[in-house]
């Protein structure tokens, strides 16, 4: 009897993969940018000012920072951060579960796009909301509001940008 071996080459999704490693660094440059500045040694501090650069763009209030490596602050403030966290959340939510369950929001079509898109404007409401004087800059208040928009955007394109070839 002949035996058959089947050879499964190793495909690579590439957007899966360009999505995760976007992700690692929105995850590590923020909270590491810091300690890179405070180093002083060789290219690190140039890092350092590449992630605050990039920082400055994508963060409207990266003056905020938590202070990590006095004087150094992190790239971004608490809002964006816990933006972040939301989105690894649900990466790992999704890496788990392999994509399957009813609280992926993309397999209900557009009411899945109106229940993430409001739930997406609890970061933007709440800077509203303190631009406008109803409260000050507190990193307990502007964190939550970030990790809902986060979560938001993850329960609805981590299936679209993580699916998997059959």
Known sequence: ????????????????????????????GPPIAPFLAASGVFVLPGIADIIYFMGNHVCPQ???????APPFIMAVCMRCYGTVTG???TRILYGLTDGKGIFWLNQYGWTGVAFASVLMMAYPLELAAQVFGLWDFNNYIVTPFGLITGLAWGLFTMPILHFRKL
């Open 1 to 28: 009897m002949q035996r058959v071996v089947l050879s499964r080459s190793l495909q690579v999704n590439w957007v899966s993969f360009f999505a995760d490693f976007l992700l690692a660094g929105m995850v590590f």
């Open 62 to 68: 990266p003056t905020m920072g938590l202070e990590l």
């Open 87 to 89: 989105l690894l959340v």
